[in-house]
């Protein structure tokens, strides 16, 4: 039988975990990073051509805080790592890594044109042709922050992973509401589901890259931008 003062010993567990969730700290913009190449580097001149329109949910919360582009040393790759300030669900946790950790990559040809785009999607990559498409574009879930090519059919994402169940989960309010007592932060995404698919908050990315650098190796630059507690997912799509 549960008592009351077990049901009191419990919340109090559960508020002190809580209060343990963790707390960003980005570290200062270091002077002397690894790998990282002037502004006016051709790599960096293309990385900035090449980086992409992201498209937020019109009512995210969360800020994007910092932003990495690397380009790879012997492909014609450019990866683009985003640290988004939270993810909106498990911030509450102390074994969570704070911030949110995604990331999105452009593959371009011998005129430097765009040609594939891959995107980082809750553990699975998604792929799309970008050829003769112009600009690359992103879309950036509401909350979570997977990202998804522009244009990409829904239906054709992985079944544990399609937009409804995402959906559904942003109405499991004792998770949200955990969440604010760790951090400033949504109680629910509180409109209809036509809504959590409307991206209409232009970013441009170029604009927002904290550094640029030239390494097939992303964690030595990462560590030192993001922090030792960034998610470190795998570094490229191949």
Known sequence: MITRGTLLAALAGAMTLTACGPHVRLPSHPV??????????????????????????????FPLARAVAVVHPDRPIIGYYLLWQHDVTGRWSPFSKGTDEEEIW?????THAPTDLWTYWHGAILHTSWRDKGQVLVDVQWGKHGSLPHGVDLNDLPPLRRMPLFYGMAWVLPDLWLGRLSSPGPLCFCHDYERYLDFD????????LDVIARTAHPDSVLTVVFGDRYARKRPWPF
Do not use: H, K, N, W
Request: charged share 25%; aromatic share 6%; proline share 7%.
């Open 201 to 208: 908050r232009p970013l441009r990315l170029a604009t927002r």
């Open 32 to 61: 002397d990073i690894p790998f990282a190449m002037a502004e006016s580097d051709s790599g960096a001149v293309l990385a900035r051509q090449l980086a992409p329109t992201l498209y937020l949910q019109a009512d995210e919360t």
């Open 106 to 110: 452009v593959r371009y040809d011998t």
